[in-house]
C-alpha cells in the first residue's frame, strides 16, 4: 500500500508542475487564448491519468489477491505448517455442532472467509468444484465464516453460490469463534487457506485467494 501512495503523490506532482509550466506561459504572453494552451498536454494528461487509473487497479486487485482482506491483528502467532492442526468446536448455520475432530481421517482444505471479501468469494466456486470433485476420495472443504452477523448473512450467500461443503460460524459472536481464529493465528487476513492431512497435520497455509489447480496439486498427493 506504501507503494500506491507513493504513485498517488507523483501523480499529483506532475499534474501540479504541468498546470503550473502552462500558467507562467500564460502570464508571459497574455494575448494567448486559454483554449491554446498547450491542447496535447490536456489530451495527453487525461490518458496518462487513465492508464494510471488502470494500474492502481490493477495494483489494489494485486494486494487483496496476495494478502486479502485485512483484519485487526490478535497477537497470536499462526498454526504453523507440519504442526498438528488445533482442534476447534462451532455451530453450522443450523445450530448443530461441527468440530475439525469430525473430519479425522480426511483431507480437509479449511477455510476461513466472510461473505463481505472479495478473494472470498472469488475462492468459493473452486472449493464448490474441488469438492464436487473429490469428496469420494477423501476430501472434505470446511468453511468458517468470520461474519459479525452471523447466519443471517451466510445463508443467503450460501444460496446464492450454491455452497455444497460444510460450513462453521466462527465470528466474534458465533460460540466457539474467537478461540477458533486464535488458535489458528488470529487470522489477520482473509481468505486464509489450511490444507491438512489424513493425520491432522498442516501441509500448508494460504493467505489470499487463489486458483483452483494451486488448491488441486496440493491435496491430489494427500488423497
Same mark, same amino acid.
Given at each position: #500500500?506504501?507503494?500506491?501512495?507513493?504513485? @498517488?503523490?507523483?501523480?499529483? +506532482?506532475f499534474f501540479g508542475k504541468s498546470r503550473l509550466n502552462e500558467r507562467q506561459r500564460w502570464k508571459?504572453? &497574455?494575448?494567448?487564448? #486559454?483554449?491554446?494552451?498547450? &491542447?496535447?498536454? #490536456?489530451?495527453?494528461?487525461?490518458?496518462? #491519468?487513465?492508464?494510471?487509473?488502470?494500474?492502481?487497479?490493477?495494483?489494489?486487485?494485486?494486494?487483496?489477491?496476495?494478502?486479502?482482506?485485512?483484519r485487526s491483528p490478535s497477537g497470536s502467532t499462526a498454526a504453523g505448517v507440519n504442526s498438528q492442526? *488445533?482442534?476447534?468446536?462451532?455451530?453450522?448455520?443450523?445450530?448443530?455442532?461441527?468440530?475439525?475432530?469430525?473430519?479425522?481421517?480426511?483431507?480437509?482444505?479449511?477455510?476461513?472467509?466472510?461473505?463481505?471479501? *472479495?478473494?472470498?468469494r472469488r475462492e468459493i466456486p473452486h472449493f464448490v468444484d474441488l469438492y464436487k470433485k473429490y469428496?469420494?476420495? %477423501? @476430501?472434505?472443504?470446511?468453511?468458517?465464516?468470520?461474519?459479525?452477523?452471523?447466519?443471517?448473512?451466510?445463508? &443467503?450467500?450460501?444460496?446464492?453460490?450454491?455452497?455444497?461443503? *460444510?460450513?462453521?460460524?466462527?465470528? &466474534?459472536?458465533?460460540? /466457539?469463534?474467537?478461540?477458533?481464529?486464535?488458535?489458528? /493465528? %488470529?487470522?489477520?487476513?482473509? *481468505?486464509?487457506?489450511?490444507?491438512?492431512?489424513?493425520?491432522?497435520?498442516?501441509?500448508?497455509?494460504?493467505?489470499?485467494?487463489?486458483?483452483?489447480?494451486?488448491? +488441486?496439486?496440493?491435496?491430489?498427493?494427500?488423497?
Amino acid at each position: #500500500m506504501h507503494r500506491v501512495k507513493q504513485r @498517488l503523490l507523483k501523480s499529483h +506532482e506532475f499534474f501540479g508542475k504541468s498546470r503550473l509550466n502552462e500558467r507562467q506561459r500564460w502570464k508571459s504572453d &497574455p494575448s494567448r487564448n #486559454m483554449h491554446e494552451i498547450s &491542447p496535447h498536454f #490536456m489530451i495527453g494528461g487525461i490518458g496518462l #491519468m487513465k492508464r494510471q487509473i488502470f494500474q492502481l487497479g490493477l495494483i489494489t486487485t494485486l494486494v487483496f489477491t496476495l494478502f486479502g482482506c485485512q483484519r485487526s491483528p490478535s497477537g497470536s502467532t499462526a498454526a504453523g505448517v507440519n504442526s498438528q492442526a *488445533p482442534d476447534f468446536s462451532l455451530q453450522d448455520l443450523d445450530g448443530k455442532g461441527v468440530t475439525l475432530s469430525q473430519f479425522k481421517g480426511k483431507v480437509v482444505i479449511l477455510d476461513f472467509w466472510a461473505t463481505w471479501c *472479495p478473494p472470498c468469494r472469488r475462492e468459493i466456486p473452486h472449493f464448490v468444484d474441488l469438492y464436487k470433485k473429490y469428496q469420494d476420495k %477423501g @476430501l472434505v472443504v470446511v468453511g468458517v465464516a468470520l461474519d459479525d452477523e452471523g447466519a443471517k448473512v451466510v445463508k &443467503p450467500f450460501v444460496e446464492e453460490y450454491k455452497i455444497n461443503y *460444510p460450513l462453521a460460524l466462527g465470528g &466474534p459472536q458465533a460460540p /466457539g469463534g474467537p478461540e477458533a481464529q486464535h488458535a489458528y /493465528g %488470529g487470522i489477520q487476513g482473509i *481468505p486464509t487457506t489450511f490444507i491438512i492431512d489424513k493425520t491432522g497435520k498442516i501441509v500448508d497455509t494460504f493467505v489470499g485467494s487463489r486458483e483452483a489447480d494451486v488448491f +488441486e496439486k496440493k491435496i491430489q498427493p494427500l488423497l
